[in-house]
């Protein structure tokens, strides 16, 4: 008697994770970031996307807050989306509670081609199934399918408050296979100066304080430290400031010399001929006259790219696109990098071993790479990463003491 040969369904996950700190204030900006994000929707024709905002209602939250709805209306009503039957997100808009408020929004919408799939309540230690739309705003507190963190005040000294931290939630989908995701924002570089002092600077060492937290709590929270954990988001890593600015400096012909102005500020400029500032750096300013080192040359600064060394537990694929912050936010420049920060690969998809194994074993190949390169969405860029998993054995095979574990 013939044998059938079992067949395993092969799905197709697209993560994505975007700052959103400039797409509440400017409608032009809004509408181009959905429309960008429907091309490489409509080009992946994922089974799950797996979306990681930060920043949730901009820069001026207070004012442009309630748009966050009306944002995510407009995401789910994409063409796209249309065969998507499931949703899941929660956004903690609740900037009232400061000392809890972490402006981060994490969206996952499954097609309906996928079999079953099942969300982690925290409280009640078991996998509850998904079914339909359930999109949580605001107070996220009562909700218990996710897990959300802001990191205490002290992680940051010297700033006054921040709207840092993690939110994570756990799945069992395409069969048994149990993926962690956790959505991230990490603390910025808030003085030029401060970050050109030291390398590494002092800014370093606060993500990597916060870094190391968040991974403690997350090894406390899963049963199972092998299952996949892929922690994406806002890192704000930044380049090895001072050495960058001394390997941009010596590649110049008739290197320039540096300059202390009275205000604090460091320039360099050519001693001899046109008395022009090759660049200067303030506090809140990077104004380096020749840019091509972040765009055509950014290879060569991938080797200052050093904070996810010494962080063991992490693996990253290889970085082939420029540097995702700080781009302008005027519309017709979606190519040009503003005079704030010097750039630097901020948004950043990184997961545990077992998590990588998945995605280069991907049957169909991945990706991982930058969205919206050539159209303003903003001053931080989308990363993605796209790659494809075999489902396990069917659900009805899977002994039931695996499907609460």
């Known amino acids: 008697m013939a044998t059938m040969a079992l067949q395993f369904a092969l799905n197709r996950l697209f993560v994505v994770t975007?700052?959103?700190?400039?797409?509440?204030?400017?409608?032009e900006i809004e509408q181009r970031w959905l429309v960008e994000l429907e091309k490489v929707i409509v080009q992946a024709d994922p089974d799950l996307v797996a979306l990681h905002c930060q920043e949730i209602g901009g820069k001026d939250f207070e004012v442009t807050m309630p748009k966050v709805q009306d944002f995510i209306r407009k995401l789910r009503e994409l063409p796209c989306f249309a065969n998507f039957d499931r949703v899941r997100g929660w956004f903690d808009m609740a900037y009232e509670r400061s000392?809890?408020?972490?402006?981060?929004?994490?969206?996952?919408?499954?097609?309906?081609r996928v079999e079953p799939v099942f969300l982690w309540d925290f409280h009640d230690s078991e996998f509850v199934e998904v079914k339909g739309d359930e999109v949580v705003y605001s107070d996220l507190s009562s909700n218990h399918t996710h897990c959300r963190e802001r990191f205490p005040d002290d992680f940051y000294p010297g700033v006054k408050w921040s709207r840092k931290g993690f939110l994570h939630t756990r799945w069992r989908l395409f069969g048994s296979?149990?993926?962690?995701?956790?959505?991230?924002?990490?603390?910025?570089?808030?003085?030029?100066?401060?970050?050109?002092?030291?390398?590494?600077?002092?800014y370093c060492s606060y993500r990597k304080r916060a870094l190391e937290y968040t991974l403690s709590r997350l090894a406390a929270s899963i049963k199972d430290i092998s299952e996949p954990l892929y922690i994406y988001g806002?890192?704000?890593?930044?380049?090895?400031?001072?050495?960058?600015?001394?390997?941009?400096?010596?590649?110049?012909?008739?290197?320039?010399?540096?300059?202390?102005?009275?205000?604090?500020?460091?320039?360099y400029r050519h001693e001899e001929g046109p008395k022009e500032?090759?660049?200067?750096?303030?506090?809140?300013?990077?104004?380096?006259?020749?840019?091509?080192?972040?765009?055509?040359?950014?290879?060569?600064?991938?080797?200052?790219?050093?904070?996810?060394?010494?962080?063991s537990e992490l693996r990253e694929l290889p970085v082939e696109f420029q540097p995702s912050y700080p781009f302008s936010e005027s519309e017709d420049q979606g190519t040009v990098y503003m005079e704030k920060r010097c750039p630097a690969w901020c948004d950043r998809i990184l997961m545990n071993e077992s998590a990588l194994k998945l995605v280069v074993e991907s049957p169909l190949g991945c990706?991982?790479?930058?969205?919206?390169?050539?159209?303003?969405?903003?001053?931080?860029?989308p990363i993605y990463l796209f790659f494809t998993v075999t489902s396990t054995a069917p659900m009805s095979q899977i002994p039931d003491e695996n499907l609460d574990a």
């Open 18 to 27: 975007s700052n959103l700190g400039s797409v509440f204030e400017n409608a």
């Open 367 to 381: 990706m991982y790479n930058m969205m919206a390169k050539t159209v303003c969405v903003g001053d931080h860029k």
């Open 234 to 267: 806002d890192f704000n890593f930044r380049l090895d400031f001072s050495a960058v600015v001394k390997h941009i400096m010596s590649s110049l012909n008739n290197e320039p010399q540096l300059v202390k102005e009275t205000d604090g500020s460091v320039v």
């Open 277 to 311: 500032d090759v660049l200067k750096v303030e506090r809140k300013r990077f104004a380096l006259r020749n840019g091509t080192h972040f765009t055509e040359k950014y290879k060569e600064l991938l080797q200052y790219d050093r904070e996810l060394k010494g962080l």
């Open 177 to 202: 296979r149990k993926l962690n995701f956790v959505n991230i924002h990490l603390f910025h570089d808030d003085d030029n100066l401060v970050a050109l002092e030291t390398s590494p600077s002092v």
């Open 99 to 112: 000392a809890e408020f972490t402006a981060l929004g994490s969206l996952y919408l499954i097609h309906k």
